[in-house]
Nanobody, 124 residues
């Protein structure tokens, strides 16, 4: 069974940067569709960014131009570079992966393979 281990969260001031990384232990099988979701206290989990095996990316409007999702085939990781962070970005971030050819937010959200979550706190 796939295992995802995400890391890289922390506390930063608004305008700062963080880089999240997700180690994917069955990378060759699930790299077809991977991405990041986040959940703030009292809120539902929401998509942040997804990437298909062909490199096609989709971003939430709230993070476009600030966040970049990427895959590192050599390290078997999924990464999320976050710049110009805002207080509204405060949440627990989860990586997700699914062995599906149709890579959309909906199909990825239905996966049973999630990281354990890493906390990102942005102070204004």
């Amino acid at each position: 069974d796939e295992e995802l281990v995400d890391s890289g969260g922390g506390s930063v001031q608004a305008g700062g940067s963080l880089r999240l990384s997700c180690k994917v232990f069955e990378y060759s099988r699930v790299r077809f569709c991977m991405g990041w979701f986040r959940q703030a206290p009292g809120e539902e989990r929401e998509p942040v960014a997804i990437i298909g095996s062909d490199g096609t990316t989709t971003y939430a409007d709230s993070v476009k131009g600030r966040f970049t999702v990427s895959q590192d085939d050599a390290k078997n990781t999924l990464d999320l570079e976050m710049n110009n962070l805002k207080a509204d970005d405060t949440a627990t971030y989860y990586c997700a992966a699914r062995s599906t050819i149709t890579c959309t937010v909906t199909t990825l959200a239905g996966t049973r393979h999630w990281g354990q979550g890493t906390q990102v706190t942005v102070s204004s």
